[in-house]
Structures are given as structure tokens and as C-alpha cells.
């Protein structure tokens, strides 16, 4: 069960997209508390404190939010919104629980030892980093370890084979790769088409133009994230 962590969170009065703009220069990072009968609570939250205890993690268990005198808030994260140049959050939703409410919830994938296949020269492609579980609250793993010492060159696992651990159901497609092992051949052709689309898609901006694209992306970020 991973650790529980605390925020200290701080209500906001003011609200809009430059507002919201001042908050992060300030260092602070617009959220909202919704669910579980209470009312939506519009919030604040340091943006080191986060990143220091949750960060990019998307399976920190459940979170006491402190605000001020009052009883904290349990509650786990359920979407951050990131900048996409910057990779600083710009947004964060949390979603009050009670420790035994089932929740769903994206956890990591984590590999664990070297597959036959790699030690006889293929590749291992982990295709699928994450997976959508449904689990108590007070049940998030941390991470879902999947042993894959035993795939060989042109083996693939799928979410169907993988068994979770007791109290936790898949909440997505089970059809779809976690991880396979091709032949190098193979890998690095696909890593070539990929890459040849990447610079078929590259476009040079406009001059002029460089400031005004930013702000577009930094508007389209907010909207609706107040």
C-alpha cells in the first residue's frame, strides 16, 4: 500500500484565466475537491509541496487535504492537467474518498527482469505504461509488477494475462499489449517509420507568430479548468 501523503491546501476567491495565470507565477496551482456528496471546492495548492510528494506519480493512495482548522479532506488525484513545454502542472483535480470506496484509478506497469528473447538479441517494446484498475482507496498500489522473464523473440503479453493482485479488477480493454519482444530487425524499422512521420509532420512556424502560439496553447490548457 503506498504511503499517505498530506497537502496543505488554501480555498480560492477569485477566480478566471488570469487569475489563474497570477496563481502559477506565484508559485501556487489551481484545483478543484469534488465527489462523494459534497459540493465542488474551488482550491489552491503549492506547486513544490505537490510535485515534491506526488509529482508525476498517478498512484499516490489516498491524500489528507488540510485546510486551515478544519477536519482534512481524503481524497486521492484523480486528473493533472501539465503544460505541455513545460511538464509544470496546471491544474489538479481531487477526488474526495472514503478509504473503502472502490475507485478508478491509472496505475503503472512496471516491468521486472530481462526476457529470454533480449538475451538472445531482440528487443523488449513496453507498449502499455500505464493500466485503468478499479481498487479500494486504500488499496492503490503503488505500481502493478510484471515479470516478463519468460517472453522470447515474437511473444507478447496482453492485459488478459496478467493476474492482479486480490481486490483489483482491470477497468479497460484486456485485448490490448502491455509488452512484447520483435527482432531487432523489426524494431528498428518501426522506429524509422516513426520517425520519418515525425519529420513529414514538422512545420516551421511563422515569424512573428512564436508569442502568439504559446499563449493559444496556454488558453487552450485553462479553458474549462477554473
Do not use: C
Not at 496551482?29 to 506547486?47: H, N, T
Not at 483489483?168 to 531487432?184: H, N, R
Request: aromatic fraction near 4%; proline fraction near 4%; glycine fraction near 8%.
Amino acid at each position: 500500500m503506498p504511503e499517505k501523503y498530506s497537502l496543505i491546501i488554501t480555498e480560492r476567491t477569485e477566480f478566471g484565466s488570469r487569475v489563474a495565470r497570477r496563481l502559477r507565477r506565484s508559485g501556487s496551482v489551481p484545483a478543484v475537491v469534488y465527489g462523494r456528496g459534497g459540493g465542488e471546492l474551488k482550491v489552491m495548492v503549492i506547486e513544490k509541496d505537490f510535485m515534491d510528494s506526488i509529482g508525476f506519480s498517478t498512484s499516490t493512495g489516498i491524500i489528507n487535504l488540510k485546510m486551515g482548522r478544519k477536519s482534512p479532506i481524503t481524497a486521492i488525484v484523480k486528473d493533472v492537467q501539465w503544460d505541455i513545454i513545460t511538464d509544470r502542472p496546471v491544474h489538479i483535480d481531487f477526488l474526495r474518498v472514503s478509504a473503502d470506496q472502490i475507485v478508478s484509478i491509472p496505475v503503472h506497469v512496471h516491468l521486472e527482469n530481462i526476457p529470454l528473447g533480449v538475451k538472445m538479441g531482440g528487443v523488449l517494446e513496453h507498449t502499455l505504461h500505464e493500466i485503468t484498475i478499479k481498487v479500494r482507496a486504500k488499496d492503490i498500489p503503488s505500481a502493478i509488477n510484471l515479470n516478463v522473464e519468460d517472453l522470447d523473440v515474437g511473444d507478447s503479453v496482453h492485459l488478459s494475462e496478467i493476474t492482479l493482485p486480490e481486490g483489483i479488477t482491470l477497468d479497460m480493454d484486456d485485448t490490448l499489449v502491455v509488452a512484447s519482444v520483435v527482432a531487432p530487425s523489426v524494431a528498428k524499422v518501426e522506429a524509422e517509420e516513426v520517425e520519418e512521420e515525425l519529420l513529414e509532420g514538422e512545420e516551421a512556424p511563422a515569424e512573428g507568430e512564436e508569442a502568439t502560439e504559446e499563449e493559444k496553447k496556454e488558453v487552450s490548457s485553462e479553458s474549462g479548468k477554473e
